[in-house]
C-alpha cells in the first residue's frame, strides 16, 4: 500500500505535466509583428536617380530553408528525446517592389516511447508546415521577416500499472520571427528554435 502511495506520489507530477504540456504551447505567438521597410534608391553625382539593379538587392532570387527545432511536450520532462525536426523550403518572389516569402515542409514523423517500473510513456507527433512572409532590404543588408505555421498532430499514452490514460492535442500554432540574411541566424523561444539556411 505504501508503495502504491509512493508510485502515485511519482506520477502525479507527470499527469500534470502531461496535462500542462500536452497542448504544445511552445509554438505560441511571439507577438512580434512583421515589418517591411522602404528600398532606398540612390542618386548618381549628376544628381539623376539611378534605378537599383535586382543583383543589388539582397532578397532578388533569395531561397533557402528554415529548419525547426521543437519541444515535443512533455518528452523531455520524462528522459525522451526532446526535438524534432522539420525543413521547410522558401523562396522569395518579387511582386513589384515587394519581395514575398512562401513556402511549405513536412514535419518529421516523431515518435518515442519511455518504459519504467511504473508503466510506460508514450509520444507521437507529425504535422505539416507552411512560411510566408517578407523579405526587405536597406542599404544592401536584408532582412527576412516570416510568420511559420504548423499544423499538427500529438498523441501522449501513459499506461500505469496497466491502466492507459490517452492525452491527444491538434491544432495550428504559430509564430512570427526576423532573421538578418546570414546563414545560420537563429530565433528561438520557449520550447522552439527555427534557424536560417541559405541556399
Not at 524534432?84 to 519581395?99: D, K, L
Not at 509520444?123 to 505539416?128: I, L, N, P, R
Request: hydrophobic content about 40%.
Amino acid at each position: 500500500m505504501i508503495l502504491r502511495k509512493k508510485r502515485h506520489l511519482i506520477l502525479i507530477p507527470i499527469f500534470t505535466m502531461v496535462i500542462t504540456l500536452v497542448s504544445c504551447s511552445q509554438l505560441s505567438s511571439l507577438g512580434a509583428g512583421t515589418s517591411s521597410e522602404a528600398t532606398p534608391t540612390p542618386t548618381d553625382i549628376a544628381g539623376g536617380i539611378v534605378e537599383t539593379s535586382e543583383s543589388d538587392n539582397p532578397c532578388a532570387n533569395l531561397s533557402g530553408t528554415l529548419e525547426l527545432q521543437l519541444l515535443i511536450a512533455p518528452s523531455e520532462a520524462v528522459g525522451l528525446t526532446p526535438y524534432t525536426f522539420a525543413t521547410i523550403p522558401f523562396q522569395v518572389i518579387q511582386e513589384g517592389n515587394v519581395y514575398l516569402v512562401e513556402g511549405s515542409g513536412a514535419v518529421d514523423y516523431y515518435e518515442d516511447i519511455l518504459t519504467a517500473d511504473w508503466g510506460s510513456f508514450a509520444v507521437t507527433f507529425d504535422g505539416v508546415t507552411s512560411v510566408t512572409g517578407e523579405c526587405a532590404a536597406v542599404d544592401g543588408s536584408g532582412t527576412l521577416n516570416v510568420l511559420v505555421e504548423m499544423t499538427g498532430q500529438q498523441t501522449v499514452v501513459v499506461t500505469v500499472e496497466g491502466v492507459e490514460y490517452t492525452y491527444p492535442w491538434e491544432g495550428s500554432p504559430n509564430v512570427e520571427a526576423s532573421f538578418p540574411l546570414a546563414e545560420g541566424a537563429e530565433v528561438s523561444g520557449e520550447g522552439w528554435a527555427l534557424i536560417l539556411h541559405l541556399n
